[in-house]
RNA sequence: UGGGGAGUCGCCAAGUUGGUUAAGGCACUGGGUUUUGAUCCCAGCAUCCGAAGGUUCGAGUCCUUCCUCCUCAGCCA
């Protein structure tokens, strides 16, 4: 029986208000679905769409995903469930330079583990994939392109890259037309079927739609809509020379796939009247249809002692400074994955944090409480002794072994218990005696007695030390009528409670103990480069002595380490038989040292 | 200094067309339970909404001015 805690309120936020909105005022209550993407006479075959919103997830398969994404994920594939609608999993891959296949897998691996795919159950009982590739809607875009030059909304400019910066003018001062702004309609065609044809250099030629040089925003001084770029396209192959920005091409995408809510981040603001414009220009043209899709900005999400730039990400797997991609110490998902960190995790991390416009700062911890809160949950207990010492009990019996019984869970009895042997020489922590306890101390102390934990309560009476001074070996003798789980067994009480395993059964273990990869909470703040402030403790490997049946934990199974923290058998180095853990997060400690 | 955004408790974040005592979460503090110093439970935690004026019977919500921060000058996305 799970206790009924109140179910996470949703919140409310602007772009649920804004669905809620369009939803209650029919906007896209006419809008047709012809099954796939199309123009508006392909669209206009089908009908009315069944889906009540589309909204799209898509990223741009240049790197691995991380953090942020999940926000995005979370919140696009969670509107699509919430308000009747479809949310389309498309591929941005419009940069041929940058883009990979590894990076494609990568993507769709990490969507699916966080619990989405692309699907839909449609009305008619089929099932429809809303997987898609904006390098699949190249020949509409370069239809697209054409329809704007014809209708002289674009030019083909012959100045170079560095003229065209030159005279796109300045923040606050207005830019210069081009000297080929004037083409004829006929000379842009045919210039632009000549960039298509392959007959100029790369960088020599570049379509422009034809706006305004002198706007005060900046976006719409005649931007780049097409570029000569001889390069192997992972899904188009040699197909084009030709490449649409992603200016010219994200807004057709979303109207090709009947997008209703376009949602990005804030970075993407001063790019929405171009949006609109583009849109407008081509629904004049036919070639779409009313209503178009709306682009909507939220603030992206910033963690504290985390970077999430995509270029930095690639720089600390480029430079070494972690292991790859999926190093449990960075912020991708594939490393949170490999970290320990669960899907439902960072659904309840989104929920928390919510949406909004204003840049923000989400304490790092406030994640790792939302994974504490869903390991707790769901990990099983064991044993683990991190930093072992030995600890003897003189007046136990030699060879015996006593079978003690641990739950496997305290919240849920009805995963059992299970036994773990007790015997003569036992790891303890090291931590766990202090020879002049600090106040407050109440665990193993010279003459102090506590429990160890499911077995029985011990009495200190000596210890061993080496050469140095550090206790090596704490001698004990154990209370016979105190074995937990036993009548009377409280009779004697103590505070302390300690956790311990048996020697001769243990299973010596490699466990990796991760901390925050930057010791900053604001990695490269100031003028300090965000490298130097790398933290070189972030992670430490140790052998520790673990309950002996962790022996048999297979990649990827989870569990809390009882008084440490939440573990998980790694999911590459772990063999079977000898699974190496690493360590997710801590438990949190009141009594803090 | 041009354009576009944002400023509500330490960190996030709700605040319907202005209407009464400014949600909630995290953190924090105090208390209780507990064979994890964990979990869990209870209680407390903004007379104030970037600042200053103004309109109004009444303003976080309207007006004016000001301040701070973010963002835009790739043939990247």
Same mark, same amino acid.
């Given at each position: 029986?799970?206790?009924?805690?109140?179910?996470?309120?949703?919140?409310?936020?602007?772009?649920?208000?804004?669905?809620?909105?369009?939803?209650?005022?029919?906007?896209?209550?006419?809008?047709?679905?012809?099954?796939?993407?199309?123009?508006?006479?392909?669209?206009?075959?089908?009908?009315?769409?069944?889906?009540?919103?589309?909204?799209?997830?898509?990223?741009?398969?240049?790197?691995?995903?991380?953090?942020?994404?999940?926000?995005?994920?979370?919140?696009?594939?969670?509107?699509?469930?919430?308000?009747?609608?479809?949310?389309?999993?498309?591929?941005?891959?419009?940069?041929?330079?940058?883009?990979?296949?590894?990076?494609?897998?990568?993507?769709?691996?990490?969507?699916?583990?966080?619990?989405?795919?692309?699907?839909?159950?449609?009305?008619?009982?089929?099932?429809?994939?809303?997987?898609?590739?904006?390098?699949?809607?190249?020949?509409?875009?370069?239809?697209?392109?054409?329809?704007?030059?014809?209708?002289?909304?674009?030019?083909?400019?012959?100045?170079? &890259?560095?003229?065209?910066?030159?005279?796109?003018?300045?923040?606050?001062?207005?830019?210069?037309?081009?000297?080929?702004?004037?083409?004829?309609?006929?000379?842009?065609?045919?210039?632009?079927?000549?960039?298509?044809?392959?007959?100029?250099?790369?960088?020599?030629?570049?379509?422009? &739609?034809?706006?305004?040089?002198?706007?005060?925003?900046?976006?719409?001084?005649?931007?780049?809509?097409?570029?000569?770029?001889?390069?192997?396209?992972?899904?188009?192959?040699?197909?084009?020379?030709?490449?649409?920005?992603?200016?010219?091409?994200?807004?057709?995408?979303?109207?090709?796939?009947?997008?209703?809510?376009?949602?990005?981040?804030?970075?993407?603001?001063?790019?929405?009247?171009?949006?609109?414009?583009?849109?407008?220009?081509?629904?004049?043209?036919?070639?779409?249809?009313?209503?178009?899709?709306?682009?909507?900005?939220?603030?992206?999400?910033?963690?504290?002692?985390?970077?999430?730039?995509?270029?930095?990400?690639?720089?600390?797997?480029?430079?070494?400074?972690?292991?790859?991609?999926?190093?449990?110490?960075?912020?991708?998902?594939?490393?949170?994955?490999?970290?320990?960190?669960?899907?439902?995790?960072?659904?309840?991390?989104?929920?928390?944090?919510?949406?909004?416009?204003?840049?923000?700062?989400?304490?790092?911890?406030?994640?790792?409480?939302?994974?504490?809160?869903?390991?707790?949950?769901?990990?099983?207990?064991?044993?683990?002794?991190?930093?072992?010492?030995?600890?003897?009990?003189?007046?136990?019996?030699?060879?015996?072994?006593?079978?003690?019984?641990?739950?496997?869970?305290?919240?849920?009895?009805?995963?059992?218990?299970?036994?773990?042997?007790?015997?003569?020489?036992?790891?303890?922590?090291?931590?766990?005696?202090?020879?002049?306890?600090?106040?407050?101390?109440?665990?193993?102390?010279?003459?102090?007695?506590?429990?160890?934990?499911?077995?029985?309560?011990?009495?200190?009476?000596?210890?061993?030390?080496?050469?140095?001074?550090?206790?090596?070996?704490?001698?004990?003798?154990?209370?016979?009528?105190?074995?937990?789980?036993?009548?009377?067994?409280?009779?004697?009480?103590?505070?302390?409670?300690?956790?311990?395993?048996?020697?001769?059964?243990?299973?010596?273990?490699?466990?990796?103990?991760?901390?925050?990869?930057?010791?900053?909470?604001?990695?490269?703040?100031?003028?300090?480069?965000?490298?130097?402030?790398?933290?070189?403790?972030?992670?430490?490997?140790?052998?520790?002595?673990?309950?002996?049946?962790?022996?048999?934990?297979?990649?990827?199974?989870?569990?809390?380490?009882?008084?440490?923290?939440?573990?998980?058998?790694?999911?590459?180095?772990?063999?079977?038989?000898?699974?190496?853990?690493?360590?997710?997060?801590?438990?949190?400690?009141?009594?803090?040292?």
């Amino acid at each position: 029986m799970s206790s009924e805690k109140t179910p996470i309120s949703l919140g409310s936020n602007f772009i649920r208000a804004i669905v809620e909105h369009d939803l209650a005022d029919k906007k896209y209550a006419t809008k047709k679905w012809a099954g796939s993407p199309g123009d508006s006479k392909h669209q206009a075959l089908g009908q009315l769409d069944p889906a009540k919103i589309r909204t799209r997830f898509p990223p741009e398969p240049n790197g691995y995903l991380h953090i942020g994404h999940a926000k995005s994920i979370f919140l696009n594939f969670g509107l699509a469930r919430d308000y009747a609608g479809v949310c389309h999993l498309r591929f941005d891959d419009t940069n041929p330079e940058k883009e990979s296949q590894e990076y494609v897998d990568s993507i769709l691996d990490a969507v699916q583990w966080l619990g989405f795919n692309w699907q839909t159950i449609e009305s008619n009982g089929g099932v429809e994939s809303n997987l898609y590739f904006a390098s699949n809607y190249f020949d509409f875009m370069y239809r697209a392109a054409e329809s704007l030059i014809e209708n002289g909304h674009a030019y083909v400019d012959s100045q170079t &890259a560095d003229e065209m910066r030159e005279t796109r003018g300045t923040l606050t001062e207005p830019g210069k037309n081009s000297p080929w702004r004037n083409r004829t309609v006929a000379e842009n065609l045919q210039l632009f079927h000549e960039m298509r044809d392959g007959k100029h250099a790369d960088g020599s030629l570049i379509l422009r &739609a034809k706006i305004d040089m002198a706007s005060s925003n900046i976006n719409l001084r005649d931007p780049a809509i097409y570029r000569v770029r001889r390069a192997h396209h992972h899904n188009t192959g040699n197909t084009w020379c030709i490449y649409p920005m992603y200016t010219f091409a994200h807004p057709i995408e979303d109207a090709l796939e009947q997008i209703t809510h376009s949602i990005c981040t804030l970075e993407f603001e001063d790019q929405r009247p171009f949006y609109d414009w583009l849109l407008e220009r081509l629904a004049e043209a036919g070639l779409l249809a009313h209503p178009l899709p709306k682009q909507y900005e939220f603030a992206r999400l910033n963690l504290t002692y985390v970077v999430l730039s995509k270029r930095k990400l690639i720089d600390l797997v480029e430079q070494k400074h972690v292991s790859g991609w999926d190093d449990p110490r960075l912020p991708t998902l594939a490393g949170a994955r490999r970290r320990g960190y669960v899907a439902e995790g960072f659904k309840l991390f989104t929920d928390r944090i919510g949406i909004s416009k204003a840049d923000s700062w989400i304490e790092y911890t406030i994640l790792e409480d939302c994974m504490r809160e869903v390991l707790n949950d769901a990990a099983e207990r064991r044993i683990a002794v991190l930093d072992p010492i030995k600890l003897v009990i003189d007046n136990y019996e030699l060879d015996k072994v006593e079978d003690c019984f641990a739950p496997n869970h305290p919240l849920k009895p009805e995963l059992g218990k299970r036994v773990v042997p007790l015997t003569r020489e036992l790891w303890i922590e090291a931590e766990d005696f202090m020879e002049m306890p600090s106040k407050g101390f109440f665990r193993l102390t010279p003459d102090g007695m506590v429990r160890l934990r499911y077995g029985y309560v011990v009495k200190c009476t000596r210890v061993e030390k080496d050469t140095v001074g550090n206790v090596t070996v704490v001698h004990c003798d154990y209370l016979p009528d105190t074995k937990s789980g036993t009548p009377g067994a409280d009779a004697i009480k103590v505070k302390g409670n300690i956790h311990w395993v048996s020697a001769q059964h243990a299973y010596a273990a490699e466990i990796r103990l991760y901390d925050r990869l930057f010791k900053e909470a604001y990695p490269g703040s100031g003028d300090r480069d965000y490298l130097n402030d790398l933290n070189p403790y972030s992670v430490k490997t140790i052998t520790a002595q673990l309950e002996p049946n962790l022996k048999d934990a297979k990649p990827e199974d989870r569990f809390q380490f009882e008084r440490h923290g939440y573990f998980v058998a790694d999911k590459k180095d772990s063999i079977d038989g000898k699974p190496v853990f690493n360590r997710t997060v801590t438990l949190r400690d009141a009594w803090q040292k």
